[in-house]
Structure formats: C-alpha cells, structure tokens
C-alpha cells in the first residue's frame, strides 16, 4: 500500500550550532528549518511561536521540563530585545535557569560560543 508524504514534528536529536539565520528560518547540520527552534539538550526542536506573540510561560513548558540539564537560556526574541515577563523569569530562576532576552543573531552567537565550551546552555530562537 502507497504512502503520502509524512509530517513529522520537527526535531534534530542533537546538540550542533547554528550555522546560519536569517529568511525566517535556520541552518544546523547540514539541514535547515524554516520558522523558529528551540535548541535544548535533547535536540533541537520546531518551536510554534510568532514574532510578535507575547513570550507568555506555556512558550517554555519544554524547556522548564528539561531544566535539570540547562543552566543558561538565551532567548532570541527577534530583531529586537523584548524582556521576559517576570511570571517567566521566576519560574526559570527557580528552575535554577538564567535568562538572557537578546536580539536572534547575538543569541545564536552566544549559543554557538557557549556550545562549543561546553557549558549547559539552552536557546529559545525566534526566526528573523
């Protein structure tokens, strides 16, 4: 029997930096992925979140879940800088987890830069 074309969840089972940003997508092992990602220890993952969407603490259910493997969360809110509302930031900070809101192009640097020392860091990226 014929199959159509599966759509799956998209998810890199694996730690790798960022090789390029920017068209509303990213480049990361030799794939690429349009929209934006969350990159945590289990993988990088599609993350479901418009530009413009309000950074509310449901957007960070998957990262909360794997907090005791990430110490350092940079979050790329965009072209520009949006804090996180403090609902956010006390949930992370009680997950033992500092946050950092930045543009997406110094939170993919910064990551790239923390990954390759090795450090437990985690990055929300909204595509640009």
């Not at 799956?8 to 090789?19: K, L, T, Y």
């Not at 309000?54 to 965009?78: C, H, S």
Request: with cysteine.
């Amino acid at each position: 029997m014929a199959r159509g074309i599966e759509i799956r969840e998209a998810h890199f089972p694996g730690r790798a930096p960022i090789d390029a940003y920017g068209n509303g997508g990213f480049r990361f092992a030799d794939m690429s992925h349009r929209g934006s990602i969350l990159c945590l220890p289990s993988g990088i993952h599609g993350w479901q979140v418009e530009p413009d969407q309000p950074l509310d603490m449901a957007l960070f259910a998957q990262v909360l879940a794997e907090a005791g493997d990430i110490e350092f969360l940079l979050v790329g809110t965009g072209m520009s800088i949006r804090p996180l509302p403090a609902e956010l930031k006390s949930a992370l900070r009680a997950a033992n987890i500092s946050s950092d809101p930045m543009s997406t192009g110094a939170a993919v640097r910064t990551y790239n830069v923390m990954l390759a020392e090795s450090r437990a860091v985690a990055a929300a990226l909204i595509a640009v």
